[in-house]
């Protein structure tokens, strides 16, 4: 990640130790599929705030699993990233191509990017809290899992 691509709000080492964890949590996680990584990372009591994700470690490695079977080649970037010590905010862009079964859907072949909203709360060296926002719709739209509306 490039200077550019983060602006923390205060540049004490908390702030850029949180970010640090939370670019972890996604490299790691998310784009290698490290299951150890979200043990590592992730509070066992964490709490979830994003629809579908169920509480805890064992929520977040069963929405990264769901998500590394629908996409085997899921891949998340930071594109912007603010802190303030121990909140995280990042606007992060999302790709991958359908390859198994998502929303309902059996895979399609197509191929997809969006962007999603997530902020965390790091406690302690783990992240303890998660909301995410994902455009799910622009998901299923590019996948043609549902119209795509009037531009």
């Known amino acids: 990640m490039t200077a550019s691509q983060v602006s923390a709000v205060e540049t004490a080492p908390a702030a850029e130790a949180t970010i640090a964890i939370f670019r972890q949590a996604i490299e790691r996680g998310w784009n ?7 043990d ?3 509070a066992a009591d964490h709490v979830e705030h994003q629809v579908g994700i169920e509480p805890g470690r064992e929520g977040v490695k069963g929405s990264i699993r769901y998500l590394r079977t629908a996409f085997p080649d899921l891949h998340l970037t930071l594109e912007a990233t603010v802190a303030d010590g121990a909140r995280v905010w990042t606007r992060i862009s999302a790709t ?3 390859q198994g079964p998502f929303m309902g859907a059996p895979a399609t072949g197509r191929s997809f990017r969006i962007d999603v909203i997530d902020i965390v709360r790091v406690v302690d060296g783990r992240i303890v809290e ?4 994902a455009d799910r719709l622009s998901i299923a739209q590019q996948l043609g899992v549902v119209p795509a509306g009037p531009r």
């Open 40 to 42: 590592e990372l992730f």
């Open 32 to 38: 290698q599929g490290d299951m150890a990584a979200i």
């Open 96 to 98: 991958g191509t359908h």
């Open 130 to 133: 998660h909301w995410g926002v």
